[in-house]
């Protein structure tokens, strides 16, 4: 649009007040923006810190739970072993479970009586300084000591007041559970690896990023991946000593000695006397947009001063508007005959005989990520996600070359480094002697076709209220198990179990709970198998465990008595604390049955055996019995051991 005025003066402050105008506004947009992504960054970086915060505070939680459990479980079967084979149950107790060094029980005395670790069988502890202080009434299950140097009790040293122990020295913190069965106390001590803690947070966490602290309720550093603050020195951050009046979850932004400026989470445990502390390093978090906000400045300065230099070269050089309007109308000549071209859907790449690229249209541009400034020069190989493997591409380029045509679906790379799936076609346009002069692509997105379909194919493996295979899963592993197993000469395992006294559960505290009760069981099973192993569900309170690739039926035994311990224990679902047994059959492949179906029915028939013997036990499937419902004296887990 051309504006005329009526004299210079008011066409020269009318061009000077634009100019203001746009510049001002373009800064000031500019400042808004930086300072918005400046504050996104620090609530990420928040955020990160609480999501830390929140997964080492259950993981170390989960940790400790199972010590606590162990000392109700020892009171309720082990309150008068003193004897080795106590003792050797500590120590498998110990080598499952890598976060605890040793494991002992002591006397009112804090004299050792059974331990994981025999030089420490009659020492005396001191249990004096453990948090929180014990009273008579306290009715303290769980209570945290100082933090020692070595490796267990029998090496090492506890710290005292303001002291602390150097990153170069092994350490272990010791805990104190009680248990109670039927009157009877027990005093457990668990020497607790903050090593393997450690290892899982630096996973999660580099140390360039952030560090994460460990303490007790007293603000006591347990162990840390830090170095300014050490185990055994107390936390005096004021700061922390403030939120943690109000609330025992937050973050805040603060300075630590030898960190620099921090943007910290906080999170105390749900059940015992811990706080876990992740520290962010705020020059980190903002690393991304200090780069960005001077590439922002910089573009912004250079579009300014384009637009400056273009404005006043316009309104200076007014004589040339016509051959300006004459290249708009080529211009609009040239768009309306690539019409097709930029306002197809599908994304279109245009490369030479060399497979570089010379054209690509909006939808390559909304698909990808990357411009056409961008695309126009690089390679062909501008999207490859890494996915494919040489021999794709070479089968790809033979296709082209006898066919003049490829399509098929290929995963590929955004600019941003999100994959995506696309349904991909390529053909060639050749000159008059047959030398390729373009190569023409088509591709369309069809990422959220593909994640529903897999999405529907998981709904239809996948139990709905555990997330466990369904019986259409089942079948089909078994299936690959039982060719496996006959492919390898190995045995395979069938174990089929149900909970005994789950109804009344249902009855007496509802569904739900029984529904909480299935998940929270698979759970656990889910945690202490292998990764070939599979667990589904039936349905009701029914469970299958498939166990392929095993030596001997001993092993499937065991395993079968892991279950049952497993399930034994007790369930604590939105305050009930639920107990619950399981009845076990156990069948093999090929000893019992080599037909899928068959070996199924022969640990169902175990299964009922082991349920018409009172339940809370295995049975392994027996022919002579079970084919002929025959009743039989109950066996004992020694002898099926």
């Not at 700061?239 to 009046?245: A, C, F, K, V």
């Not at 197809?344 to 056409?372: H, K």
Request: glycine content about 6%; hydrophobic content about 40%; some cysteine.
């Amino acid at each position: 649009m051309v504006v005329s005025f009526r004299s210079p003066l008011n066409h020269h402050l009318v061009f000077f007040v634009f100019i203001v105008l746009a510049l001002v506004s373009v800064c000031l947009s500019t400042a808004f923006v930086i300072d918005r992504e400046r504050r996104t960054a620090l609530a990420d970086g928040l955020a990160l810190s609480s999501y830390h915060a929140r997964n080492f505070e259950e993981q170390l939680t989960r940790s400790l739970e199972t010590v606590r459990r162990m000392a109700d479980f020892i009171a309720a079967g082990f309150v008068d072993g003193h004897s080795g084979p106590v003792n050797g149950h500590f120590s498998r107790l110990v080598r499952q479970a890598p976060f605890i060094r040793s494991l002992s029980t002591v006397d009112g005395q804090g004299r050792v009586t059974v331990s994981s670790n025999a030089e420490l069988i009659g020492r005396q502890l001191d249990l004096s300084e453990y948090y929180p202080l014990e009273t008579v009434s306290s009715g303290i299950s769980l209570r945290i000591g100082r933090p020692w140097s070595g490796r267990d009790f029998a090496q090492g040293t506890p710290t005292r007041q303001d002291q602390s122990v150097p990153l170069s020295q092994m350490i272990f913190v010791p805990v104190l559970a009680q248990g109670e069965y039927n009157g009877t106390r027990v005093r457990l001590v668990a020497a607790i690896n903050p090593d393997y803690f450690l290892n899982s947070y630096s996973q999660w966490l580099e140390a360039e990023i952030g560090l994460v602290e460990i303490l007790r309720y007293d603000r006591l550093i347990l162990f840390t991946t830090g170095s300014a603050l050490l185990p055994g020195m107390t936390d005096n951050d004021p700061i922390l000593q403030e939120h943690l009046r109000e609330s025992e979850i937050g973050g805040y932004r603060s300075k630590r000695k030898g960190n620099g400026a921090t943007l910290t989470a906080y999170r105390a445990s749900r059940q015992f006397p811990l706080l876990v502390m992740v520290h962010i390093s705020q020059e980190k978090m903002l690393a991304a947009w200090l780069q960005e906000s001077i590439r922002t400045i910089v573009l912004v300065s250079m579009i300014l001063v384009i637009l400056v230099y273009l404005a006043t070269t316009f309104y200076r050089r007014e004589q040339r508007l016509a051959a300006a309007r004459e290249a708009a109308r080529r211009r609009e000549y040239e768009r309306l005959a690539a019409t097709v071209f930029e306002t197809v859907l599908e994304a279109v790449m245009v490369t030479d005989g060399n497979q570089n690229i010379i054209a690509v249209n909006p939808a390559f541009t909304r698909i990808t990520g990357y411009t056409s400034e961008e695309a126009v020069g690089r390679d062909f190989t501008l999207l490859a996600s890494g996915y494919h493997s040489e021999e794709f591409y070479q089968h790809l380029q033979q296709t082209l070359a006898l066919q003049g045509h490829w399509e098929g679906e290929v995963r590929n790379r955004r600019k941003s480094g999100e994959i995506f799936v696309a349904w991909l076609s390529i053909n060639q346009v050749l000159d008059d002697g047959g030398e390729v002069l373009y190569l023409v692509t088509g591709f369309s997105d069809i990422t959220e076709y593909c994640a529903e379909a897999e999405r529907i194919s998981h709904l239809a493996h996948h139990d709905l209220l555990t997330g466990l295979p369904n019986r259409a899963l089942l079948m089909d592993r078994l299936s690959q198990g039982v060719r496996q197993a006959h492919r390898e000469r190995t045995l395979l395992a069938l174990i089929f179990f149900d909970l005994d006294k789950f109804k009344p559960v249902n009855d007496r505290l509802g569904h739900p709970v029984g529904d909480r009760l299935l998940q929270a069981l698979a759970d656990r099973l889910g945690q202490e198998l292998r990764a070939s192993d599979t667990l589904a569900r039936l349905g009701g309170d029914e469970f299958v465990l498939l166990l392929p690739s095993i030596k001997e039926s001993g092993d499937a035994l065991k395993v079968a008595e892991k279950i049952r311990q497993s399930v034994a224990l007790p369930f604590v679902i939105e305050g009930h604390r639920i107990q619950v047994a399981a009845s076990i059959g156990v069948a093999l492949y090929p000893d019992h049955e080599v037909d899928e179906l068959a070996l199924m029915q022969c640990a169902d028939q175990a299964m009922y055996r082991a349920k018409a013997r009172g339940g809370d036990q295995y049975a392994l499937y027996d022919k002579l019995i079970d084919h002929n419902q025959v009743a039989s004296t109950p066996l004992s887990r020694e002898n099926n051991d």
